[in-house]
């Protein structure tokens, strides 16, 4: 029992530190401007403005699948709790981009979502869609990678 407790305890450390992490690259990027009702994203012609804390929650996601996997990675997916976080945060994450996808794809010029002057037909929309669904197909790739990698790791302890 003590052992699950300091594992747990081991992961939570962990998540603590992705935490911190995005609250400095969030600073980094963005500055104050975190801490606001909305952000805004320039791109080309357009200004996103989006809510502050999806952009931290975002962040927050991506820092945590990419630390989780890179410690995964290293330890060949052996211990469950890791996965699991790992797991979790990737699905997480891949429905965070298909609900970005669909924002995106309905944007007009009233503004659908959170935008200002987004053009009907800017070739940005498009990109971004695409952008949007390559992410996923990334993610779910890693994600059975992982959990490819954990099976397989705990087969090899069975036998």
Same mark, same amino acid.
């Given at each position: 029992?003590?052992?699950?407790?300091?594992?747990?305890?081991?992961?939570?450390?962990?998540?603590?530190?992705?935490?911190?992490?995005?609250?400095?690259?969030?600073?980094?990027? #963005?500055?104050?401007?975190?801490?606001?009702?909305?952000?805004?994203?320039?791109?080309?012609?357009?200004?996103?403005?989006?809510?502050? #804390?999806?952009?931290?929650?975002?962040?927050?996601?991506?820092?945590?699948?990419?630390?989780?996997?890179?410690?995964?990675?290293?330890?060949? #997916?052996?211990?469950?709790?890791?996965?699991?976080?790992?797991?979790?945060?990737?699905?997480?994450?891949?429905?965070?981009?298909?609900?970005?996808?669909?924002?995106?794809?309905?944007?007009?010029?009233?503004?659908?979502?959170?935008?200002?002057?987004?053009?009907?037909?800017?070739?940005?929309?498009?990109?971004?869609?695409?952008?949007?669904?390559?992410?996923?197909?990334?993610?779910?790739?890693?994600?059975?990678?992982?959990?490819?990698?954990?099976?397989?790791?705990?087969?090899?302890?069975?036998?």
């Amino acid at each position: 029992m003590k052992q699950n407790s300091k594992l747990i305890f081991i992961q939570f450390l962990w998540l603590a530190n992705c935490l911190v992490l995005t609250i400095v690259l969030s600073l980094m990027f #963005f500055g104050k401007n975190i801490l606001n009702d909305a952000v805004a994203i320039h791109i080309r012609d357009t200004y996103f403005l989006i809510d502050s #804390f999806s952009v931290f929650f975002a962040t927050f996601l991506l820092i945590t699948f990419l630390i989780f996997f890179a410690k995964g990675f290293r330890n060949s #997916f052996r211990d469950s709790l890791p996965n699991w976080i790992l797991v979790i945060t990737g699905l997480v994450l891949i429905l965070s981009l298909t609900l970005l996808g669909n924002k995106i794809s309905a944007m007009t010029i009233d503004g659908a979502i959170s935008t200002v002057a987004a053009p009907k037909e800017s070739d940005l929309i498009p990109i971004m869609v695409n952008l949007s669904i390559v992410l996923q197909f990334i993610f779910l790739s890693a994600l059975i990678f992982v959990v490819y990698s954990w099976g397989k790791e705990r087969q090899k302890n069975k036998d």
